[in-house]
């Protein structure tokens, strides 16, 4: 994500749970923004393969509390770019498999003049993987970037004062589509 440079922030009950080595005021530690834990429901629109990756990543994001409905629009991003990516990989290996001279009809085209270039089907697919992968760093969906999520509400509260009130209800929104 472009503007963030070097590590990002601890959370403010990391440095609490330190002892508040760096001796931020209490405000500065409790202040941070903590929306209810909730999955959006899965939009309509979506193909049938993007949307099983939206409930089944959703699903997750929810049971360790990484989801919002105000991440409804990336979950779908990302889900998008997941069947977007899952459809052009399916193209290039069904095209690999009809070519029985080399097998990389789905790798490379050739152009008009005679020119080797990467295959559309590649294109897509490498596109789609990138931007799959950019945005899965925002949920933490890799091994290093979990280290850098943190939970929203319900979580646990500092030591000595209240939990925060949190309206009951079904966390896990509507997966009707």
């Known amino acids: 994500m472009a503007g963030k440079v070097g590590r990002p922030a601890k ?36 193909r049938r393969e993007a949307r099983k990756h939206y409930r089944l990543i959703g699903e997750e994001l929810l049971r360790y509390g990484l989801v919002s409905k105000l991440d409804f629009g990336l979950l779908s991003m990302l889900a998008v770019n997941w069947a977007k990516w899952q459809w052009a990989q399916k193209r290039v290996d069904d095209l690999n498999a009809e070519d029985e001279e080399h097998g990389e009809a789905g790798y490379v085209a050739t152009t008009p003049n005679g020119y080797k270039v990467i295959s559309v089907y590649e294109q897509l697919a490498r596109t789609a993987e990138s931007s799959y992968h950019k945005l899965s760093a925002e949920f933490g969906l890799s091994p290093s970037n979990r280290s850098r999520v943190q939970p929203g509400n319900p979580q646990m509260g500092l030591p000595g004062m209240d939990e925060p009130e949190q309206p009951m209800g079904s966390a896990l929104g509507d997966f009707s589509a």
């Open 11 to 46: 959370p403010g009950k990391v440095h609490w749970l330190a002892g508040n080595p760096s001796k931020k005021p209490l405000n500065q530690l409790t202040g941070e923004f903590n929306p209810d834990v909730e999955l959006a429901k899965c939009p309509p629109h979506l």
